[in-house]
């Protein structure tokens, strides 16, 4: 607005020309600006999933893939009862884990927005709790073994401290370990979003509850709870999505005695089946999406941040 | 909300936190001390002797791989990555404070980014480029497949900065006689500069340590955390151990320098402030 009062006040042809370019410039900046992330997201996003479902059509043998419109892939994928098999044990473990991370990251981050006084300590509780995201997964996973392990830490103790006498075959290379390394993984991804949103709530609406007689429980129920529902979402999205398509926590902890959806497109790729891993793959996004899609029923997202 | 005394309910959820933490780093911790077991000892606890043997072996031992050169294309790769990150998210969250045509859509691309499994954008790269008949490479297809992945997370990070930044601070320059880059570069961005740092951490780490989408982008020559995994397949010494241990070093020091730098910045700008 400040450019139209400009150019009223000195119409000289010189400031009238550049004027002419500053309101040509703001209209078009935008696109300039968001070029880059959408040339990078069409091109390794879009096109590739667009390729994904092109291949899933095409046809292949031992050696190579050929351009052709099949649905051999589809019928082999949709009709094999290990395809099935490996969807319920891969929603049994978003199920576990989800369970998992929701309790343990709503308590985490109740404590550190409701119990925890002082900004600072909040926020270095927070950092110290978010550090181990950026370290890597696979060093995290491994960081398991010398502690579930026939010889390892959790055994040696429990039997030294006489409770079991034979090592707990069932802690390592195991469902348990399976979900036990997710809900190490992505519980952080549950504890921010919450965090974000229980920082949002208005205090005064939980003290007006207190005030109004209402006790330590009906307000985390009544009050606290429903303000959080978004984070949760938000939260409850990440952790789905990242266990659907995960195929390196199973392989690792399973001891490849499990399956999961990712891993059996991970083992069709690495069998150079890619025709077979692309309609796997296409599937198992539909999958996703329709999962999320009935989680951003609860929130809007971009009213989120 | 004050509260006068501490209940119960305090000290449950403290343990309760204390836990969670312990939980966090506990393994890790156990792997460090495990790096330094002796040369006889094992994948597990007992310690069979103190030495540095699994670390020398790291450097010596050939049959390992490529240790060093996955290194360093893992840091070239983070570095670019983070760069990256920070410019194109930077740039888009400007886009984004005014309407264009179309920002809607970009906006659930890239929310869609963070919620397509890695191993589907890592298959669907890899299946362009041998279409294509391209070569994928650790410089092209994985940084492609890598900023799928640090975009989104970028992006919500500049909106966030952006929904709390007070729009007066633009006026104000702007009716001082300020030109639109006069304002950017000298309010804009040092008023987002922390956070902006906080965007770079955030594309470098999760770049170093991403090994989905790293899987079939990164042609014939591995990234780190490709290098560890196929470890984990073939070796069983605490090699393996003394790797994760520097990895997690390295990681632990890049986040300590981040966040050096947000504490110096900070001050710096107090004393200058104070100066004023």
Not at chain 1, 52 to 65: E, G, H, L, N, Q
Not at chain 2, 27 to 50: C, E, H, R
Not at chain 2, 185 to 197: G, N
Request: aromatic share 12%; glycine share 8%.
């Amino acid at each position: 607005m400040t450019v139209t009062a400009e150019t009223s006040r000195s119409p000289a042809p010189a400031v009238a020309r550049r004027a002419k370019r500053s309101r040509l410039l703001p209209r078009v900046a935008p696109y300039l600006q968001a070029a880059p992330l959408t040339v990078t997201l069409l091109l390794f996003l879009l096109v590739p999933i667009l390729t994904i479902v092109a291949v899933s059509f095409w046809d292949y043998d031992s050696v190579r893939i050929y351009p052709d419109f099949v649905l051999t892939n589809y019928v082999e994928l949709l009709t094999s009862p290990v395809t099935w098999k490996t969807y319920l044990n891969t929603l049994k473990y978003a199920a576990l884990a989800w369970a998992a991370t929701l309790g343990i990251g709503f308590t985490v981050a109740y404590f550190l927005a409701f119990h925890i006084r002082s900004t600072t300590w909040q926020m270095v509780l927070f950092l110290l709790c978010t550090i181990p995201f950026w370290t890597s997964n696979i060093i995290r996973m491994i960081s398991w073994i010398p502690f579930l392990g026939r010889n390892g830490l959790l055994n040696s103790g429990l039997i030294s401290a006489g409770i079991i006498e034979h090592p707990l075959e069932f802690l390592l290379f195991s469902d348990f370990a399976v979900v036990l390394a997710f809900v190490h993984l992505y519980t952080l991804f549950m504890v921010v979003p919450i965090f974000n949103s229980m920082m949002r709530i208005d205090r005064s609406l939980v003290e007006a509850a207190r005030d109004g007689g209402a006790s330590g429980a009906q307000i985390l129920w009544n009050v606290i709870l429903p303000l959080t529902k978004p984070g949760i979402a938000i939260g409850s999205i990440f952790v789905v999505t990242l266990v659907m398509g995960d195929f390196i926590t199973v392989r690792l902890m399973s001891g490849g005695q499990s399956a999961s959806i990712g891993l059996m497109i991970a083992n069709e790729i690495s069998l150079l089946q890619y025709p077979a891993a692309a309609a796997n793959a296409t599937v198992l996004l539909a999958v996703v999406l329709i999962m999320v899609a009935a989680m951003l029923r609860v929130v809007d997202i971009r009213k989120e941040l | 909300m004050r509260e006068t005394r501490r209940g119960l309910s305090f000290y449950l959820l403290a343990a309760f936190f204390a836990l969670f933490v312990l939980f966090l780093y506990g393994p890790t911790a156990t792997i460090l001390i495990l790096s330094f077991q002796g040369p006889d000892g094992g994948l597990t606890f007992p310690m069979n002797g103190v030495s540095l043997h699994w670390f020398r072996n790291l450097f010596e031992q050939q049959a390992v791989g490529d240790f060093g050169g996955s290194f360093r294309r893992s840091i070239a790769l983070g570095l670019a990555v983070m760069v990256l990150t920070v410019v194109v998210s930077l740039l888009a969250g400007f886009a984004f404070r005014r309407r264009f045509r179309g920002s809607g859509a970009l906006f659930y691309l890239a929310v869609a980014s963070l919620i397509v499994p890695s191993i589907l954008v890592s298959l669907g790269i890899g299946l362009m480029f041998n279409i294509l008949g391209l070569e994928p490479a650790w410089y092209s297809s994985a940084l492609g497949a890598h900023l799928t992945w640090t975009l989104p997370f970028g992006l919500l990070i500049v909106f966030a900065i952006f929904n709390r930044f007070n729009p007066a601070y633009e006026e104000a320059a702007r009716d001082l006689g300020a030109t639109p880059w006069q304002t950017v570069r000298h309010v804009v961005l040092p008023i987002l500069l922390p956070s902006l740092v906080g965007v770079g951490l955030f594309g470098f780490t999760l770049s170093y340590d991403e090994f989905a989408r790293t899987l079939m982008t990164a042609g014939s020559f591995n990234t780190l955390p490709l290098e560890i995994y196929g470890m984990t397949t073939n070796v069983t010494t605490p090699v393996l151990y003394a790797l994760g241990s520097l990895t997690t070093v390295f990681s632990f020091t890049v986040i300590g320098l981040f966040l050096l730098g947000l504490v110096a910045l900070r001050s710096h700008r107090r004393r200058r402030g104070a100066k004023d």
